[in-house]
């Protein structure tokens, strides 16, 4: 299994209307991605998985996350897909 980094988020981003901090439709594609506090957010891990849960699930998806340390780990999936 692959992750992909992200290079550094705090700049602000457009999803369709106000700038949001964080690049919510690409975190929510469904590609793998690890993220490490400090360098691409600045909460707490498990409260930045809390934040992917709430956006997943207004977009009709759900979050398959792990945290080891400072990094999190996770993809989006659809809500009625179990792998």
């Known amino acids: 299994m692959q992750y992909l980094a992200m290079n550094n988020t705090t700049k602000q981003h457009k999803s ?17 991605y690890f993220l490490t506090k400090g360098e691409h957010f600045e909460c ?5 998985v809390l934040q992917l849960r709430r ?8 979050i398959e996350a792990s945290i080891v ?3 999190v780990y996770f993809r ?5 897909c179990q792998n």
């Not at 956006?55 to 759900?62: F, L, P």
């Not at 989006?76 to 009625?80: G, H, Q, T």
């Open 55 to 62: 956006r997943a699930s207004r977009s009709g998806k759900r």
């Open 44 to 48: 707490e891990a498990y409260a930045l």
């Open 16 to 32: 369709g209307g106000r700038p949001t901090k964080y690049p919510w439709q690409r975190w929510l594609s469904g590609r793998r």
């Open 76 to 80: 989006a999936l659809e809500k009625s």
């Open 69 to 71: 340390g400072d990094k």
